[in-house]
């Protein structure tokens, strides 16, 4: 038997064109029980600003995303993008948030296990601050489209990185509609739901050509009933954050995907 609806947000990622406070005003209409905020959407409005007015709304916080990328093949640029990424530390810490989602870092020159040492030295380094502060790191792995942004392009590869930093408050981001292709992803589910910091829930239609370009819950090809029954099976009991965005969402507008979007993850449940 599946069990009740587990915590779940909307990511403001999935009302990409709106403003923080439009953002805030459409949730608590729409009765969104709580919030994914962006890192961008905060820094637009002023993080002092923001997170005043996302405690005045009461909003509970899953997860800031994303800081980063760190850039590894650039020593100046990296320490910058650290400083950077303990500010965000600091403001998912005052927003509530269960964590701080983290592109670790990107080299294109750089062979893989070269940008997993010097990204591991980086993580490690901001572990002090995120168990200070109570804000788990979720590192987010990518579409290989995206070497801009990541070096970790797979859940699997993610979590084998971040067993090598023995560091609780490192976890992985489970982007559904990245990793539900991936060779042993069930087995990874089962056996790692601890090192899961957050759940980005969306969907994919097969024959999609493009990066990013989500669909729907429910109007993909993913079968994410099956998947979240596995992680729920194995225990995970975190964050499920709903990040929908491209041109089907646009084209059906904010307005008519919140609210079915809370509707067809609640019916995952059923």
């Not at 637009?44 to 996302?54: Q, T």
């Not at 980005?200 to 993909?220: L, Y």
Request: with cysteine; hydrophobic share 45%; charged share 25%.
């Amino acid at each position: 038997m599946m069990p009740r609806v587990p915590r779940f947000s909307v990511n403001q990622v999935t009302t990409l064109g709106w403003s923080f406070e439009r953002d805030l005003d459409a949730y608590a209409a729409a009765g969104v029980p709580a919030i994914g905020v962006s890192i961008h959407k905060l820094e637009a409005v002023g993080a002092a600003r923001g997170i005043r007015l996302v405690r005045e709304r009461g909003l509970p916080v899953s997860c800031l995303t994303s800081s980063g990328p760190i850039p590894l093949e650039r020593p100046a640029e990296a320490a910058h993008a650290l400083a950077r990424a303990r500010e965000h530390l600091a403001a998912a810490a005052e927003l509530g948030a269960a964590c701080l989602m983290l592109l670790p870092g990107t080299g294109y020159t750089l062979s893989w296990e070269e940008a997993a040492r010097r990204a591991r030295e980086h993580v490690e380094g901001l572990c002090a601050d995120a168990r200070r502060l109570g804000v788990r790191l979720a590192l987010e792995p990518v579409s290989q489209l995206r070497m801009d942004l990541c070096f970790l392009h797979s859940f699997h590869d993610a979590l084998d990185f971040a067993d090598t930093i023995a560091a609780p408050e490192v976890g992985v981001v489970l982007e559904l509609n990245n990793a539900w292709i991936e060779r042993g992803l069930d087995a990874n589910l089962r056996t790692r739901p601890d090192r899961i910091a957050v759940v980005q829930v969306s969907d994919f239609k097969v024959g999609t050509m493009r990066a990013s370009e989500r669909v729907m819950i429910g109007d993909g090809d993913i079968p994410l009933a099956r998947l979240v029954g596995t992680l729920s099976a194995a225990g995970y009991a975190g964050w499920y954050d709903i990040e929908l965005l491209g041109s089907a969402i646009e084209a059906e507008g904010y307005e008519a995907v919140v609210p079915r979007a809370m509707a067809r993850f609640r019916e995952l449940w059923t």
